[in-house]
């Protein structure tokens, strides 16, 4: 399915009328949820004590409330009141190869032997770990690991303003790029502005230009107003389009934009957090054929273990990066105690072999492929307006696309937290079949099989099943 067509049909969606669940039928998967969840149930009670709103994660489900986990192994997640789930959520994409895969347990169990899990000093896996990196992305020549995604992409803008000597961000709307002040503005629907951005300045949000996805003559625009603003030191983007495709890049705006940003002296920086992983060796950039000149990492990269996150790029442009002092120029500085330590070094360097030297991904895509192909016969037979796609093996099932809700007026922010509440509700009812799915934005893993998918597409149906209208 192309971005075109990805597009129109989510237009097509947000036209509609919402199709709801039943309420019996909903009341009844509450119900069924409860009464087999009851420890799930007294350990959100007591997070509530503890943490502030009960929680410290954005990506599992919540509703009725949050399920504790007790162990997994490959696809499957089984809880602490011992019912087992197949799990497309997959820690927002960061569970790459399965869970407690098996030979990357042991590399770590070995390494735990032999040395602490942070020395604070040189190790040669940091070394290695690099070397992977760079055979997997033909863009980066040079790595400098981080402890997270957004720290990945913090350091990212550091380094371009350092190169280029400019001062502002060029962000396209709808995009994420994790939590840090001058990215958490327009956040997965376009026009949504400072919706979810309290507690920061303007100031920092000043720093930071929205344009439109697939305009190039705004993007241009935004250059010329800015150049005499402190410039443009880079262009950000989510290379599938916002939250990973939700929102898809048309065929060939890359190619305009960094032929634009090139003639303003800007860089062009590929946050790949989310995609890198996940598309194939040599992730986005390769499937799209771009060459950014910054790339950011994270989440598969190390199947899941902390500390993961890292920006390459050029030799030229990455020797900006410094931990010391600034002896020569450009220079920025870019800490982190524990980025690059021995334990998230060990499990990069396994995962990105293992990805390399066994076809993986090839796999892995394909199941996704079929899943995609089974949801849409389900969809299409049920006349839901529903639709499935997949870019590699990130999967994306859109029901109520309420990030394609056009943001004319309060009202229509008010339409967009309404759709999220009817997928909420979706979520209900298909983990209650004994599915994780995030409300449709999924991925699948190198252990997931067809089986799995059956099962996957079953929970949809019982959904489906479960809708008025």
Not at 30 to 35: G, R, T
Not at 56 to 67: E, R, V
Not at 120 to 146: Q, Y
Not at 214 to 223: D, H, Q, S, V, Y
């Amino acid at each position: 399915m192309n971005a075109e067509e990805i597009l129109k049909r989510g237009r097509e969606i947000t036209k509609s009328p919402i199709r709801k669940p039943n309420i019996g039928k909903l009341n009844d998967a509450y119900a069924a949820l409860k009464s087999s969840t009851p420890k799930s149930f007294l350990l959100s009670e007591k997070a509530k004590e503890v943490l502030p709103n009960g929680s410290q994660h954005t990506l599992p489900l919540s509703d009725p409330y949050p399920f504790f986990m007790k162990k997994g192994m490959g696809s499957i997640l089984v809880d602490v009141d011992g019912n087992s789930f197949i799990d497309y959520i997959l820690s927002g994409g960061a569970i790459i190869l399965g869970h407690n895969d098996e030979g990357l347990v042991s590399t770590i169990h070995e390494l735990l032997t032999q040395k602490t899990h942070f020395h604070g000093h040189f190790d040669a896996l940091e070394i290695a770990a690099a070397e992977k990196i760079i055979s997997f992305f033909p863009s980066i020549e040079k790595v400098r690991f981080t402890s997270s995604g957004s720290e990945a992409n913090a350091a990212a803008v550091k380094i371009a303003r350092s190169v280029t000597g400019k001062k502002k961000l060029i962000k396209f709307m709808g995009n994420y790029h994790g939590w840090g002040n001058e990215f958490l503005v327009d956040v997965e629907v376009p026009g949504s502005g400072k919706f979810i951005s309290q507690g920061i300045p303007d100031e920092f949000m000043d720093q930071t230009v929205l344009v439109p996805q697939n305009n190039p003559e705004a993007l241009e625009a935004a250059f010329k107003t800015l150049e005499n603003k402190g410039g443009v030191a880079a262009v950000i983007c989510e290379p599938m389009g916002a939250e990973s495709g939700l929102i898809p890049f048309e065929e060939g705006f890359h190619e305009q934009a960094i032929e634009i940003a090139h003639r303003y002296g800007a860089l062009y920086i590929f946050d790949e957090v989310v995609t890198g992983f996940r598309m194939g060796i040599g992730g986005a950039q390769k499937w799209l054929g771009i060459t950014p000149d910054l790339t950011t990492l994270g989440k598969g990269m190390m199947n899941g273990f902390p500390s993961c996150g890292a920006v390459g790029g050029k030799k030229e442009i990455m020797d900006a990066a410094s931990t010391g002092l600034p002896m020569k120029q450009p220079y920025t500085f870019i800490g982190g105690t524990l980025a690059g330590n021995t334990l998230s070094m060990a499990a990069c360097h396994y995962v990105v072999s293992s990805l390399l030297d066994y076809n993986l991904l090839e796999k892995a895509a394909s199941t996704a492929d079929d899943v995609t192909r089974k949801l849409n016969d389900l969809f299409d037979s049920g006349d839901t307006g529903f639709f499935a796609y997949n870019f590699g093996n990130i999967l994306r099932v859109e029901m109520t696309a309420p990030h394609a809700v056009e943001i004319t007026s309060q009202e229509a922010m008010h339409e967009v937290v309404m759709r999220r509440k009817i997928l909420s509700a979706y979520s209900v009812m298909i983990s209650s079949a004994g599915v994780l799915s995030r409300m449709g934005r999924d991925f699948v893993s190198c252990a997931h099989s067809t089986a799995d998918n059956d099962r996957y597409v079953a929970a949809y149906k019982k959904l489906i099943d479960a809708l008025d209208g």
